[in-house]
């Protein structure tokens, strides 16, 4: 499975960027799928993801503020995210677990202040 990210881009803080994740196959079948992302500096960290039965964790960092969504028809997940700040730039990238782990290549997002 090969994850393509974008949306991301310079955003002014309290914006609310969407961004995309699009599988090359079909994601019907996967129950682990979401966002992670990496600050400068900073470790990976979990910012949402489906785990199965139709669950979805969040990260503390972003939750109440993030919303992920997933459109099984277009084999695409999204990443929905309010009230940006500048603590929130960061590389954003999508993962998907099925039998093996897969990453994409991320999309840049810079929050100005």
């Known amino acids: 499975v090969q994850l393509q990210a974008s949306g991301g881009g310079l955003v002014q803080a309290g914006g609310s960027p969407r961004l995309s994740c699009v599988a090359s196959g079909s994601i019907s079948s996967i129950n682990i799928i979401g966002w992670y992302r990496q600050a400068p500096g900073n470790q990976r960290e979990l910012v949402g993801i489906?785990?199965?039965?139709?669950?979805?964790n969040y990260g503390p960092s972003v939750k109440g503020r993030s919303i992920i969504s997933r459109d099984n028809a277009k084999n695409t997940v999204y990443l929905q995210m309010n009230n940006l700040k500048p603590e929130d730039t960061a590389v954003y990238y999508c993962?998907?677990?099925?039998?093996?782990?897969?990453w994409g290549q991320g999309t840049h997002v810079t929050v100005s202040s």
């Open positions: 489906f785990t199965g039965g139709g669950d979805i």
């Open positions: 993962a998907a677990y099925c039998r093996q782990g897969y």
